[in-house]
């Protein structure tokens, strides 16, 4: 049976063709299983098709679609908060209410010393987006401070 919250992949339009071939019924439903089959990934989109004749198809057909089901999504442990939230905890590690560093040596700091896997290409563009959302208002955990533009904690 069909079930439209199921992943499938698409299979191969030869492994479909040897499928139907071996079916004993007309040439219509050989044609449009033979469509939908191949199609099965995205099956709701096909031209006339509905749920309930093509799970009477599969059923008069006795064909497994278990063969087609995707597998499960790997994760890759790759996450944009995750590594925003590890970017905010260095830069929390650095930055005292005596430090010393601007905004450019802070970001500098995280491309230099970030050594996990991150789906940005840059984690300085990371850091510079957290160092500007907690820098800048009166309720901000850091500030700017002296004409040298330094980032200290709030005190």
């Known amino acids: 049976m069909f079930n ?3 992943r499938y992949i698409r299979p191969k339009f030869s492994d ?4 139907v071939a ?4 007309n040439v219509t439903d050989k044609d449009k299983l033979t469509f939908w089959l191949a199609n099965i990934d995205q099956v709701s ?4 098709w509905t749920e309930e004749s093509f799970n009477e198809l599969i059923a008069n057909n006795k064909i497994d679609l278990s063969q087609f089901v995707a597998g499960e999504k790997e994760t890759t442990g790759l996450n944009r908060e995750q590594t925003k939230q590890r970017v905010l905890e ?8 005596d430090s010393k560093m601007t905004k450019g040596a802070l970001i500098k700091y995280i491309r230099e010393n970030f050594n996990q896997q991150t789906v940005y290409s840059d984690v300085g563009k990371v ?6 959302e907690n820098t800048g ?9 002296t004409t040298q533009r330094h980032i200290r904690k709030v005190k």
């Open 4 to 6: 439209k919250n199921t």
């Open 22 to 25: 071996k079916l004993r019924c």
């Open 137 to 145: 208002h009166s309720f901000s955990k850091w500030q700017v401070c």
């Open 16 to 19: 479909v063709e040897n499928l």
């Open 90 to 97: 260095m830069l929390s590690e650095v930055i005292t209410k």
């Open 127 to 132: 850091a510079s987006k957290v160092i500007n």
């Open 45 to 48: 989109m096909c031209s006339g």
